[in-house]
């Protein structure tokens, strides 16, 4: 007959266990932190403030508030009703449209740029119509935000959609028994139980659209956003001139971790 393990022996196999897949995790955890901690402390902050001052950094700073607070505008004006229909609709054709919502979160960015060209550059139709009319698509803060809403907007659509479905229907179908019509159900049942997660959705799309690089530098490569300046900081005066931007971008993702855990919404969960 075998020897039955105790439960101290299962326990200690199990912290054993834990141990080594922590260690082993935490290799990783240090490959995060340990750049971001290096960036942060490589100057002193009196320098990076000093640069932080400079107008090719003010102007870029203005320019990607300015387009990020109008991609999530306008990312949540269209992509709200996107949301709730799809947490409320079954069948096949919301499986494609899921897709699709889903699509410019798994393009590279770059060929997210090549895409929109195709549709508002200054060659095509539409870029030529906006153009003769006075509207630059392209080369202009509205070719940031095109770029920036094509690439941010699925952060509200999806999470905006699970916070739909998180709030319980039979809270709606009261509502509507007591003669509410859907709208005055959406906006006095719905939206309220939803409202956390919407917020979370688009703290995240306006993050994801303040550090876009990749499609924004194809339609739009003035005004200069901050990724952008980034790069060309080092490109012409090196590694240590882009700091002050990518400090100020940091910052940023970790204002967005904190408004996250504050709401106590996860999106990736």
């Known amino acids: 007959m075998l020897p039955t393990k105790s439960r101290t022996d299962v326990a200690a196999g199990r912290f054993d266990w834990l141990t080594v897949a922590f260690l082993l995790g935490a290799v990783l955890l240090c490959y995060y932190l340990v750049p971001l901690l290096a960036l942060v402390l490589s100057q002193p902050p009196g320098v990076v403030i000093q640069r932080l001052t400079r107008p090719a950094v003010v102007s870029a700073a203005t320019t990607s508030l300015t387009a990020s607070v109008t991609s999530a505008a306008i990312a949540s004006l269209f992509g709200l009703p996107l949301a709730y229909w799809l947490a409320r609709t079954d069948g096949r054709v919301k499986t494609v449209v899921t897709a699709v919502v889903v699509l410019p979160l798994v393009l590279p ?7 929109l060209l195709t549709v508002v550059g200054p060659n095509t139709f539409l870029g030529g119509l906006a153009a003769a009319n006075g509207l630059q698509l392209t080369r202009s803060v509205v070719g940031i935000v095109l770029a920036q809403t094509f690439v941010a907007s699925p952060f509200v659509v999806v999470t905006a959609k699970a916070a739909f479905e998180s709030v319980d229907r039979s809270l709606e179908y009261a509502s509507q028994s007591l003669g509410k019509s859907r709208l005055t159900t959406f906006r006095r049942v719905t939206l309220p139980l939803a409202w956390p997660g919407i917020l979370a959705g688009i703290t995240l799309a306006f993050a ?4 876009e690089f990749g499609a924004t530098i194809m339609l739009a490569y003035y005004p200069r956003t901050m990724p952008v300046q980034i790069w060309v900081s080092f490109t012409t005066l090196g590694l240590e001139n882009a700091f002050p931007v990518a400090v100020i971008l940091v910052g940023i993702a970790v204002a967005t971790l904190v408004v996250l855990n504050v709401l106590g919404t996860n999106p990736l969960e």
């Open 109 to 115: 960015p770059i060929v997210s740029g090549m895409v």
């Open 208 to 211: 994801r659209a303040i550090g």
